[in-house]
T-cell receptor
């Protein structure tokens, strides 16, 4: 079946540094790529998304890049803060038009003060 | 604010029991989903529904069933619970009126423990 791989599984950075989380997908027909943040004990919440007709999207300290040829996309967080500590999930739409998403296995980000 | 509400938030039960997890939403979204979250495995789709008459299996539907009682309600049942169904369960919704692929909005989750 279709698959989304996410790396690394854990990431520790010093406050103020940048963090990068990478995902690769297998379905070449995927065209929508959301990123979710899940704080401890909370629900996953959308933080940014990108569609396949765009190569990069930014929202303040967060950016996502997409390389359709290589079938990978990345989340970039700059000037990290302690409140960025959470689990981050990437996802890719199922290219068969069923409006399902395939999620990565998550990255636990720790921002050290 | 429009929201996705899951009940119960926590449940402990015994092997072999029948359990129902409920999800209701006030977002007016047609699409609803049930996921299971296990450490290191991310979110895996159990069932999804695009309207009251449309129910589809996800990647891990064995041992589960669902009912879409109304546009706003989507319930997940474990007919005979087993310990490896211990997990965090999330309901989610999305709005097809905004276009093909849209973000999914999650409830707060139900933490289920089966002894």
């Amino acid at each position: 079946g279709e698959n989304v791989e996410q790396h690394p599984s854990t990431l520790s950075v010093q406050e103020g540094d940048s963090a990068v989380i990478k995902c690769t997908y297998s379905d070449s027909a995927s065209n929508y790529f959301p990123w979710y943040k899940q704080e401890l004990g909370k629900r996953p919440q959308l933080i940014i998304d990108i569609r396949s007709n765009v190569g990069e999207k930014k929202d303040q300290r967060i950016a996502v890049t997409l390389n359709k040829t290589a079938k990978h996309f990345s989340l970039h967080i700059t000037e990290t803060q302690p409140e960025d500590s959470a689990v981050y999930f990437c996802a890719a739409s199922d290219g068969s038009g069923t409006y399902k998403y395939i999620f990565g296995t998550g990255t636990r980000l720790k921002v050290l003060a | 604010d429009a929201d996705v509400t899951q009940t119960p938030r926590n449940r402990i039960t015994k092997t072999g029991k029948r359990i129902m997890l409920e999800c209701s939403q006030t977002k007016g979204h047609d699409r609803m989903y049930w996921y299971r979250q296990d450490p290191g495995l991310g979110l895996r789709l159990i069932y999804y529904s695009f309207d009251v008459k449309d129910i589809n299996k996800g990647e891990i539907s064995d041992g589960y069933s669902v009912s879409r009682q109304a546009q706003a309600k989507f319930s997940l049942s474990l007919e005979s619970a087993i310990p490896n169904q211990t997990a965090l369960y999330f309901c989610a919704t999305s709005d097809p009126r905004l276009g093909s692929n849209q973000p999914q909005h999650f409830g707060d989750g139900t933490r289920l423990s089966i002894l």
